[in-house]
């Protein structure tokens, strides 16, 4: 088996994982401790005195994490009592295994990137949960609610468009149809955009009308496997008979405009019958401050459909229609909020494996689910992306991402070197973006 690269850490001094390791994160705890500051005299209204010690808890558990992440102290051992506590802990002795003697202890500038950040935001969310009654705070909400209202605009015409499609979408002719399932898919790339851990927190919410924007968007994908997942969905549908079940899997990423891109995209999927379920992968807890929990899922949703915005009213009540009929199944496995690579899951998560197993598609949305379908190492510009999934191939995928990390596979020769000549920072500041494609034809 040859030499796997090493991983994307802060031991490269002034690379981007540096660079987040040293302003970003702490930048988010320091937001984290704010927001927690802010919100004393709810908590004091809600719960009393208890309320307020609460929140002097966890603040001080967050000002001793980002000192601990500051000065580069060794990671040490989570202490609550949850369902993954001991998974975290063995993780870190595995880390641990992996440095010689005179490496010392896994810490925040030596460890991966993917591991260090990871255990930030368990860490955060060890600290709320150690500090009840306000043990279900989510100190990110506030912001990922905010990029939505922010977005409204967008989000209305969005919402128009799709209702505006000629109906019934399943009597659109082929190339119609193609041609709307690519506008939608690329609404949903540009949608990762708005992502809240890149900006550290401040808002990133969408302004403008994506769909007018998308002829201008296009030389901005680098990597471009559409007509992959159209000939890979047409003929799912062709070969399904009416009964068959055509299951789609979307695994979410941020909350806000993006995860309304891609309810939009479910709708559009389950409406020309091009699949028959869409399954949604959310998180279990708050994580790299804008990923969707259960509670944005919902809240969400609830938002757009009492929304005074008639067709995007519409969407709302559909959208709760086809989780009522159960046609929009949602899930949160504890395995989304690890550190592990995708490679690990059929050893650390086989039951999700298996779950992942029985999609005939499967969307991974944003910066972070690629790096952990790539194991977060640094691979060369035009090593195959499926040879960098080292063995993670459940079902066909596709990764719908921006750029975000110093991380990408998959292109041809020359063209990492042509990106770089014209926009140095290309890798880092999603604007660019792939559908990157894996599986069978
Ligand atoms: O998965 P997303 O939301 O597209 O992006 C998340 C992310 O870009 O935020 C971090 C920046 O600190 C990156 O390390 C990480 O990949
Ligand atoms: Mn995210």
Known sequence: MAELPTFLSARDVGSFAYLTIKDRMPQILTKAIDTLHRHKSEFFEKHGEEGVEAEK????????????????????????KCVDTDIWNQYLEYQQSLLSESDGKPRWFFSSWLFVECYMYRRIHEAIIQSPPIHDFDVFKESKDENFFESQESIAMLCSYLQQLPRPLKDLEENQLKDELFKLLQVSLWGNKCDLSLSGGESSSQKTNVISSLEDLKPFIIVNDMECLWSLLSKCKKTSEKAAVVRVDIVLDNSGFELITDLILADFLLSSELATEIHFHGKMIPWFVSDVTVHDFNWTIEQVKHSNHELMSTCGVNWENYIKIGRWIYHDHIFWTLPHSYCAMPQVASDLYAELQKACLIFFKGDLNYRKLAGDRKWGFTVPFHQALSGFHPAPLCSIRTLKAELQ?????????????????????????????????
């Open 57 to 80: 808890k966890a603040i001080s558990l967050l000002s001793k994490l980002r000192n601990e992440l500051q000065t580069d102290k060794p990671i040490i051992l989570l202490v609550d």
């Open 409 to 441: 596979v998959g292109l041809r020769p020359g063209q990492a070197e042509q990106l770089m000549a014209s926009e140095p920072t290309w890798l880092t500041t999603g604007k660019f973006g792939v559908f990157q494609f894996d599986g069978p034809l």
